[in-house]
């Protein structure tokens, strides 16, 4: 069976995907949407069959692989369908509404023997690899300290739909970009064991009366009548049993002058610091040298950013699905949604918990 990737849902991120999937030299099949129009306008974007029926497309010969890239509720459910109609699975972030959705996604990866890889991104950003590449070197000697931070100032996406409705989503802010951050900051420490976490989060933008002022809406527009019982802004810190100590600061929406508190993911190590922001232009990183306090900027190749990382997580993805090499596995999705759920439950308690509790 030739390669051929089918994308459930077209919507805002499905036609970034197809994308990836072109430049990463993929096959697209098709699209499937319930809405008819939406599946159709990608399709004649992009390629491929419409189809508006997962189980449609599951039929289909030339699907043998599938991007998951719907409202958040529908992960589990689909991904699982995907994979026990006998399709490879690239599951968009966040890998499910709760922990125990990701551990019957993993029972199905394993039951069908498909491949599953989660939708992390902002691994396979030019700033992050490059940032990789000087850990490995070990510019920054120890680790201690680590920090994330995604502070939008109007970017709440799809106001008063699925994505600020907390049955579809599973939450705000916390659960939409939360799981990047905390991914990445992981990634990038090696992977240790989060034991505890507390966090807070505010809820101040998206809630009626909406004196909310936006110009454009990811995944718009919005139904000011709807629902938002989400969280818009986030804070949290983590406690590692083998690792930094690591801050995350995120905000759908903020009145946060622009540029005042630098986006992205900042490390302290005791022989260097570094800085980048994800989609930025260079890597910076500070030390010592002999007497003198030394900053060093990496810069990064121009005409990268976000596009270049969903070609290369495609490129990761196909490695994945044919022996090749490995992608972000359902392991790791499930560590980060423990995480967050922990934080989830911190915020609620008022209190530090246990992840594993
Ligand atoms: N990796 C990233 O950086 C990134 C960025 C944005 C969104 N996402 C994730 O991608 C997913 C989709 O987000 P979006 O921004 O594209 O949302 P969206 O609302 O723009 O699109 C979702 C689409 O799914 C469709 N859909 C609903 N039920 C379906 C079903 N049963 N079968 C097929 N399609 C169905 C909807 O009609 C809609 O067109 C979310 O999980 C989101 O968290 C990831």
Redesign the pocket.
């Known amino acids: 069976m030739a390669w051929g990737i089918g994308v459930?849902?077209?919507?805002?991120?499905?036609h970034?995907h197809a994308k990836g999937i072109a430049d990463a030299g993929g096959r697209l099949a098709g699209f499937?949407?319930?809405?008819q129009a939406?599946a159709t306008a990608a399709a004649d974007e992009w390629g491929g069959t419409a189809w508006t029926r997962?189980d449609d497309m599951f039929a289909c010969d030339d699907v043998t692989a599938v991007v998951v890239?719907?409202?958040?509720a529908?992960?589990a459910p689909?991904a699982i369908a995907a994979m026990d109609a006998g399709r490879d699975v690239l599951l968009?972030?966040?890998m499910a509404l709760t922990t125990h959705e990701c551990a019957d996604i993993i029972q199905a990866r394993d039951r069908t023997g498909r491949t599953l890889q989660v939708?992390?991104?902002?691994r396979f950003a030019a700033t992050v690899l490059a940032a990789q590449r000087h850990i490995d070197a070990g510019r920054l000697g120890h680790v201690y300290q680590a920090r994330a931070v995604m502070l939008r100032r109007r970017g709440i996406?799809?106001l008063g739909?699925?994505?600020t409705d907390r049955s579809q989503?599973g939450g705000g802010v916390l659960i939409?970009l939360g799981p990047?951050l905390v991914d990445l900051v992981l990634d990038l420490c090696g992977r240790p064991v989060v034991e505890r976490v507390s966090a807070s989060t505010s809820s101040r933008f998206g809630q009626p009366p909406r004196g909310y002022r936006f110009t454009e809406m990811?995944?718009g527009p919005p139904n000011l009548d709807g629902c938002f019982d989400v969280d818009d802004g986030a804070t949290a810190m983590l406690r590692c049993s083998d690792g930094p100590t690591i801050t995350l600061e995120t905000a759908w929406a903020s009145h946060l002058p622009d540029g005042t508190i630098a986006d992205g993911v900042t490390l302290f190590g005791d022989t260097g610091a570094m800085h980048f922001d994800i989609w930025g232009n260079c890597v910076r990183i500070g030390t010592q040298m002999d007497e003198e306090i030394v900053d060093v900027s990496h810069p990064i190749a121009d005409g990268e950013g976000?596009g270049t990382a969903f070609k290369r997580e495609h490129e990761a993805f196909h490695a994945h699905c044919t022996g090749g090499g490995e992608g972000p596995s359902g392991e790791q999705g499930l560590q980060v949604q423990q995480i967050l759920e922990a934080m989830y439950r911190s915020d609620q308690t008022g209190r530090e918990v246990s992840v594993s509790s």
């Open positions: 459930l849902g077209a919507g805002a991120i499905a970034v499937c949407d319930p809405d939406k997962p890239a719907v409202p958040n529908l992960h689909l968009e972030k966040p939708g992390f991104v902002c996406p799809g739909r699925w994505f989503s939409d990047h990811w995944s976000w």
